[in-house]
């Protein structure tokens, strides 16, 4: 099962910040937060992934909290395109396969 | 284009009869995976490769289920005398061999069993 709780869906309006939450309140001290998304009738992609400190790439920022129970994904200024079905996901640096949950349907508001 | 590639990208088939999937990972990738995602659900892992060593098998992949990759290259998922059950999307994804890589995935195979 996944270790992960997300909302099963949100709205945000475009050009406005995508904040989507996760708990995973039972991560051990060896696994890492990842992240995908998934647009309709494709494969998922990797959007950001970290341990605990706080990440940033040119798709998102990951914010994690300090006891490691929950982090955020933020899309800095969402577009249309950001319309997908995001999912967070906790997994050891060994561990070769991934556990997805039921994720969160992000939809981008015009 | 230097992605996960899959083929075909939609197949048709009639229950009983034989299909098998083709995936082609990312050229320095030497892990490979295998995941199956019906309507509605995240993936579900279902085998995974290191070079051509099979190494993982999860208790999804029946005995109808082969999957091979006889030269650490491309793969192949092979599922015999399909079902209605076997609808679904089949997707691939590759990593490199050093810790903590994220996985890449390709578009999928969307399987429709008549």
Redesign the interface.
């Known amino acids: 099962d996944a270790k992960t709780t997300q909302p099963t869906s949100m709205d945000c309006a475009e050009g406005r910040a995508a904040n989507l939450p996760c708990n995973h309140s039972t991560i051990s001290g060896n696994e890492y937060v990842y992240w995908y998304r998934q647009i309709h009738s494709q494969g998922p992609q990797y959007i950001i992934h970290g341990l605990k400190n706080n990440e940033t790439n040119e798709m998102a920022s990951l914010i994690i909290t300090e006891d490691r129970k929950s982090s955020t994904l933020i899309l800095p200024h969402a577009t249309l395109r950001d319309t997908a079905v995001y999912y967070c996901i906790v997994r050891v640096e060994q561990d070769d396969k991934i556990i997805f949950g039921k994720g969160t349907r992000l939809h981008i508001l015009p | 284009d230097t992605g ?1 590639s899959q083929d075909p990208r939609h197949k048709i088939t009639k229950r009983g009869q034989n299909v098998t999937f083709r995936c082609d990972p990312i050229s320095e990738h030497n ?1 490979l ?1 295998w ?1 199956r995602q019906t309507l ?6 279902l085998t ?1 490769f290191q070079n051509e060593a099979q ?2 098998k ?1 208790r999804l992949l029946s005995d109808r289920f082969s999957a091979e990759r006889p030269k650490g290259s491309f793969s192949t998922l092979e599922i015999q005398r399909t079902e209605q059950g076997d609808s679904a999307m089949y ?1 691939c ?1 590759s990593s490199s061999w050093q ?2 890589q ?7 195979t969307r399987l429709s069993i008549l």
């Open positions: 996960v892990r995976y995941y509605g659900q995240g993936p579900e892992f995974y190494l993982e999860s997707l994804a810790s903590n994220p996985q890449h995935f390709g578009d999928g």
